[in-house]
């Protein structure tokens, strides 16, 4: 069974810290991996994604992908209450998603 | 601009009916896809649609099916629902990918969500 394991929080930051989310995998031919981040009632939507191995940064957002430990990570810099969400992880090729991380930023 | 519609965002059903839950999307997606959202469990893959006609069982296909008969819409269907379908069911799309196989690597667009609750 392909697993995507997050861990569900909540993971709790203040404003202006760096926040870091992280997700195991256990198919190592995973290929594609993305996050996406979910407003309490609202669908998921895509915050970045990422193929190979090592960081690649969007703004405020970087994803780390290291294959070898089957572990990728997104890491939010410059926390803002705005970011307060559950952030999902997905192996897209597998087409699994994690159960998401709850993070919530305080003012 | 990108669109996936659900055809209801909160519907209330009784045990055994027959239940169509109905996604269509605007972006000529060549996949679809149905999940099923369970505080806990995240999203689980009910059925995966990679053409017209064309499914796949994804990991809890058990009292579902689907059809795909035109490219823009998926239907997920309950054919006698039960209480243990009461959930949140979102329809996404995604563009088929280069990859070597037909595969579902692009990124996903998710409809709002259907909150079924079944009495």
């Known amino acids: 069974q392909k697993e995507v394991e997050q861990n569900s929080g909540p993971l709790s930051v203040p404003e202006g810290a760096i926040a870091s989310l992280n997700c195991t995998y256990s198919?190592?031919?995973?290929?594609?991996f993305f996050w996406y981040r979910q407003y309490s009632g609202k669908s998921p939507e895509l915050i970045m994604f990422i193929y190979s191995n090592g960081d690649k940064e969007d703004g405020r957002f970087t994803a780390q992908l290291n294959k070898a430990s089957q572990y990728v990570s997104l890491l939010i810099r410059d926390s803002q209450p705005s970011d307060s969400a559950t952030y999902l992880c997905?192996?897209?090729?597998?087409?699994?998603f994690g159960a998401g991380t709850r993070l919530t930023v305080k003012p | 601009d990108v669109k996936v519609t659900q055809s209801s965002r909160y519907l209330v059903k009784r045990t055994g009916e027959k239940v169509f839950l109905e996604c269509v999307q605007d972006m000529d997606h060549e996949n679809m896809f149905w999940y099923r959202q369970d505080p806990g469990l995240g999203l689980r893959l009910i059925y995966f649609?990679?053409?017209?006609?064309?499914?796949e069982k994804g990991d809890i296909p058990e009292g579902y099916s689907v059809s795909r008969e035109k490219k823009e819409r998926f239907s997920l269907i309950l054919e006698s629902a039960s209480t243990n379908q009461t959930s949140m069911y979102l329809c996404a799309s995604s563009s088929r990918s280069g990859g070597p196989k037909r595969g579902p690597y692009n990124e996903q667009f998710f409809g709002p969500g259907t909150r079924l609750t079944v009495l």
């Open positions: 649609s990679y053409d017209v006609k064309m499914k």
């Open positions: 198919d190592r031919g995973s290929q594609s």
């Open positions: 997905a192996v897209h090729n597998d087409m699994r």
